[in-house]
């Protein structure tokens, strides 16, 4: 016992020089460095590129970019609300992967999010987006200043130059300082619907000063594995008053994912899913959004048709909004067929962890089956058929499939073609995935009748037509 003590003296001796040279940064000494002490609000604005993230053309290229000419983010720190309004436009040429493209023109996006509340905003309308939340809760509380104040009220711990704090079933934030103790980088995880787990890196860089507070003019962010943002800082206003009150509409909605409203072959909700009653199973088509969706889209499965399993779920393609509810698909066990072009991606998606916020598949164990397909595959009962078709050459995915009802003449298909609302004029620019739908249809002489989109309403292929400026 003594020798053992003795020998801890003795290397403590040692040490404690050293100590005192490289002192830990304490939050106190950062946020006076920031000029983040009495800091209510800031606003900050500037102009570069951002990338749609889980919205790439195939799971192993890069998100799609967009030209951002403008973008400013308000944030108040007392009531966590935060509000990002960018004007953006197309980025690649041609136009691949989702997100909205192409861009038309000049595009403006307002994104906010308050407490326990996110929506979007386009005019006087609001949209509530739950889905969004924790990314963007997680924007507000890794900016430059959040980062301080969120270590501060959060029992955040200082081990050198890292400042490290978690916000529960939320996110997990390490940041490192500078030795002027500014915040350099900050690497986080949040929950993903898809990934489990995602990785966030944020560089801070080129800080100046304004009036008492520093603040970076580059923001660059990694997420995932791609560039999410590049950004350069004209304009910074601290404590800018910034009031974001939560809508009415807003707060009547907070769980929009957990209605399900069935139709047949009918509209309702942001995301649809297919059921396809066949002799002695059901067959879903797409499990969309995430774990809540899933499990709500379950529960009317079972409701609909209470002794008939499912026998797959039939997944388009890998963007997030589609493929969120999948992991809970893996976590039933039951099989999903997906084309090749995602297969390596969802494996490995369902084999990683989820440990910010366990979600159905993290605590089921499982890895999930996902059978492969190229260009065409039918599931038959005898009396039904379903084709299903890769939707080739389409820029808005590298392998998505739709879904063909030879005998009911319906055609189920994902992204390629959102319907315009009814009766408005043809686009005066023509979306070349609609036309690429066309063209496929035609390939593979489908008799279509009607368009089911996972997106909008069912409608009459004459509607598609129409929107790409045939008359036939
Ligand atoms: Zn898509």
Redesign the pocket.
């Known amino acids: 016992m003594r020798t053992v003590l003795s020998r801890l003296a003795a290397v403590l001796v040692l040490l404690s020089p050293l100590a005192a040279i490289a002192q830990d940064a304490s939050l106190d000494q950062v946020a006076k460095a920031m000029g983040a002490v009495g800091m209510k609000s800031i606003q900050y604005s500037g102009s570069g590129v951002n990338f749609q993230v889980g919205?790439n053309f195939s799971p192993d290229t890069p998100w799609p970019r967009f030209v951002v000419k403008s973008y400013t983010r308000a944030v108040n720190y007392e009531n966590s609300s935060i509000r990002d309004e960018l004007v953006r436009t197309q980025g690649e040429n041609p136009p691949r992967g989702?997100g909205g493209q192409p861009v038309v023109g000049e595009q403006r996006q307002i994104f906010v999010a308050s407490g326990d509340f996110a929506w979007n905003a386009a005019g006087d309308v609001v949209t509530p987006t739950p889905i969004a939340l924790v990314d963007r809760q997680l924007q507000l509380w890794t900016t430059p200043h959040g980062v301080v104040k969120a270590a501060m009220t959060n029992n955040g711990t200082v081990q050198g130059r890292t400042i490290a704090f978690t916000a529960p079933g939320r996110f997990k934030v390490q940041a490192t300082v500078d030795a002027q103790n500014l915040v350099e980088k900050v690497e986080a995880l949040a929950p993903n619907a898809v990934l489990g787990d995602i990785p966030i890196e944020i560089r801070y860089s080129e800080y100046k000063d304004f009036a008492g507070v520093k603040f970076p003019t580059r923001i660059r962010q990694m997420i995932g594995t791609y560039p999410g943002l590049d950004l350069t800082v004209t304009d910074v206003q601290p404590n800018l008053a910034v009031d974001l009150a939560v809508p009415d509409p807003i707060k009547q909605t907070p769980a929009p994912y957990g209605k399900v409203a069935t139709q047949m072959a009918a509209d309702g909700g942001t995301h649809h899913s297919v059921l396809i009653e066949m002799k002695d199973h059901v067959i879903l088509v797409e499990s969309p959004l995430n774990d809540e969706r899933a499990a709500a889209v379950l529960a009317e499965v079972k409701n609909l048709a209470p002794n008939k399993p499912i026998r797959y779920v039939i997944a388009t393609?890998h963007?997030f909004d589609?493929a969120g509810g999948l992991r809970a698909i893996a976590a039933e066990g039951i099989p999903i067929i997906a084309h090749d072009v995602n297969k390596s991606f969802l494996e490995k998606a369902f084999a990683a962890p989820a440990t910010i916020r366990p979600d159905r598949l993290a605590k089921s164990g499982k890895k999930g089956t996902i059978e492969g397909m190229r260009d065409k595959r039918v599931l038959t009962d005898g009396a039904r058929t379903v084709e299903l078709h890769n939707v080739a050459g389409n820029n808005?995915?590298g392998g998505i499939v739709m879904v063909y009802l030879p005998k009911e003449k319906l055609l189920v298909e994902?992204?390629v073609y959102n319907p315009p609302a009814p009766n408005a004029p043809p686009p005066a620019t023509v979306n070349s995935n609609w036309v690429n739908l066309s063209d496929n249809i035609k390939r593979l002489s489908l008799t279509v009748d009607q368009i089911l989109p996972l997106h909008g309403r069912i409608m009459p292929l004459a509607e598609l037509h129409k929107s790409i400026g045939h008359s036939h």
Request: charged share 10%; hydrophobic share 10%; aromatic share 0%.
């Open positions: 919205q989702g393609h963007h589609h808005h995915h994902a992204d």
